[in-house]
C-alpha cells in the first residue's frame, strides 16, 4: 500500500513500457479522474481538494501525457489504468472522465469491470468519437493544419477554441483557464515528435457493447459546450443499463470542472452519495 496524504506529491508507477505519474491522496472509497487529451492531472486541482477530505483521489497522467512515459510499444489506456489500480489496490472505483479521459473509463469498464463501480464522462461518449458538426469539423481541420506543418501555436490556438465552444470567443472565457490549457497542452506536445509512431491500440465496438455496461453512468457535462460532444455524452447514458445527465454547468463549455469548478463538484457530489454501498 502506498502511503498518502492530504496534499501528496506526485508519485510514480513502473511499467514494462516506462513510468507513469500519478497522484494518490486521501482515503475512502476511490475516485479516478482521468483528464482530457493533451492535458495533465493538474486539470483536476479543484476537484483534488475537494474530494480527497472525503475519498481517496487517485488522478493519473495518461501515458505520453504530463509527467508519464512515452509509449515505446503497444498499448491501451484502459490497460494502463487497471494495472495502476491493481498496483494501488484499489478498486471498485468510480471514474471519472473529461473528454479523452471518459473514453478511457468507459473502455475500462468494458475491458476490465471489476475495477469500476461507476463512470462520470463529460464531454463524451465513448474513445470512439463522432464528429458530425460543422464548428467541430472545422476546428479539427485547423488543428490538423497546424500539426501539418509543425505550426505548434496555431494548432495550440485552435486546440483552445473547444474551451469556449461553438456559442463563444476565447474573450469570453476566463484568462486563467486558457492558461493553464495552453501550458498543459504545450507540456504534452514537447514530449513528442513529428516522427514518432503511434503504439495506441484503440478498444473496438465500444458503442456496440456499451448496453453492456451494468453500473451507474452519469453525464456532466458543460452546458455550452459543442453538439457533437453533448450528443456523444447523452448517447452513452442513454445505450447503458443505469444512465442519467446531471444538468448541464452553466458557463462553461468542453471542461465544465475549470470554468465553474463549483457546480461541477457539487453534481459530481450528488451522484457520489447516491451510489449504492
Known amino acids: 500500500m502506498v502511503a498518502r496524504d492530504a496534499r501528496s506529491r506526485t508519485l510514480s508507477f513502473s511499467t514494462p513500457d516506462g513510468a507513469l505519474a500519478y497522484r494518490d491522496t486521501g482515503t475512502g472509497q476511490p475516485v479516478v479522474l482521468l483528464h482530457g487529451g493533451f492535458l495533465d492531472h493538474t486539470m483536476w486541482e479543484a476537484q483534488i481538494d475537494a474530494f480527497a477530505p472525503h475519498f481517496r483521489v487517485i488522478a493519473p497522467d495518461a501515458r505520453g501525457h504530463g509527467a508519464s512515459a512515452n509509449a515505446t510499444r503497444p498499448f491501451r489506456p484502459a490497460d494502463d489504468l487497471a494495472a495502476l489500480l491493481r498496483h494501488l489496490d484499489a478498486g471498485p472505483a468510480v471514474?471519472?472522465?473529461?473528454?479523452?479521459?471518459?473514453?478511457?473509463?468507459?473502455?475500462?469498464a468494458l475491458e476490465h469491470p471489476g475495477r469500476v463501480r461507476a463512470l462520470v464522462v463529460s464531454g463524451v461518449g465513448t474513445s470512439e468519437p463522432f464528429f458530425e458538426d460543422p464548428w467541430s469539423q472545422e476546428v479539427l481541420a485547423a488543428q490538423q493544419r497546424a500539426l501539418a506543418v509543425g505550426d505548434v501555436e496555431g494548432w495550440v490556438a485552435a486546440f483552445l477554441r473547444f474551451a469556449a465552444g461553438p456559442h463563444r470567443g476565447l474573450d469570453e472565457v476566463g484568462p486563467d483557464v486558457l492558461e493553464r490549457l495552453r501550458a498543459m497542452a504545450l507540456r504534452t506536445v514537447a514530449k513528442h515528435t513529428a516522427e514518432e509512431p503511434d503504439h495506441l491500440v484503440p478498444v473496438r465496438d465500444t458503442w456496440q457493447r456499451a448496453a453492456k455496461i451494468d453500473v451507474p453512468v452519469l453525464a456532466l457535462n458543460g452546458a455550452l459546450d459543442s453538439a457533437d460532444h453533448l450528443a456523444m455524452a447523452d448517447r452513452l447514458v442513454r445505450a447503458v443499463s443505469d444512465g442519467r445527465a446531471a444538468p448541464a454547468v452553466e458557463g462553461a463549455a468542453h471542461?465544465?470542472?475549470?470554468?465553474?469548478?463549483?457546480?461541477?463538484?457539487?453534481a459530481l457530489t450528488n451522484f457520489l452519495r447516491a451510489l449504492p454501498e
Request: no cysteine.
Open 255 to 266: 471542461y465544465p470542472n475549470l470554468e465553474n469548478p463549483a457546480a461541477f463538484n457539487a
Open 95 to 108: 471514474l471519472v472522465g473529461l473528454s479523452m479521459g471518459g473514453g478511457v473509463a468507459v473502455d475500462t
